[in-house]
């Protein structure tokens, strides 16, 4: 595809429930971010992927937050047990292969927790 | 807190003028990015600046880095009303084997309004 593309693009969901978010990088880009964009907190990095491991989690806010990359390319990003805490935008990115290359940002999905 | 400290907070300008943006940051770099978003959703990539390089141009942005006074300044010439958005600085920084991967830290965001 000509961007990265994100899915859904709003989510509303009840607190308690899981939700799964899901990016689809600009094909042949190893690197893989997530990113969340909150009122409170800005833009916060999340996980980083190369390939289909996730070398640097230590965004993930909580044991609630998992992510994977299958085939080096779609990650999805799953919130467990939501809370309203979790509402944000979240963004997705990729890059050729990380490190001095810039980022491609997806739209992103934004969640609601009521 | 975030990494990237950028004023002002808010600008405001007439159509034509020049746009002065200002990030500031706590450590090391291997790149210093910037970026514009617009209705809080996607972000647009704008220009990258090595710490190595100390000016970069790109149509009509200039983007300053001085590594010695960790700043960076976004200069937007000949301003445009469609120039509206929210103008973010990321830094990558490095981690403890001197490499990067590309984990950006956000400043909070400097909102840009160029009146018509």
Redesign the interface.
Known sequence: GAG?SQSPSNKVTEKGKDVELRCDPISGHT?L?W?R?SLGQ????LI?F?GNSA??KSGLPSDRFSAERTGGSVSTLTIQRTQQEDSA?Y?C?S?HQ???????????TRLTVT | SQQGEEDPQALSIQEGENATMNCSYKTSINNLQWYRQNSGRGLVHLILIRSNEREKHSGRLRVTLDTSKKSSSLLITASRAADTASYFCATDGVNAGGTSYGKLTFGQGTILTVHP
């Not at chain 1, 800005?42 to 990095?45: H, K």
């Not at chain 1, 990380?98 to 997806?106: M, P």
């Open positions: 990265v690197a971010y990113y964009q800005g833009l916060e990095f980083y190369q070398p640097d935008v963004l990115a890059s990380g490190g001095v290359y810039e980022q491609y940002f997806g739209p992103g």
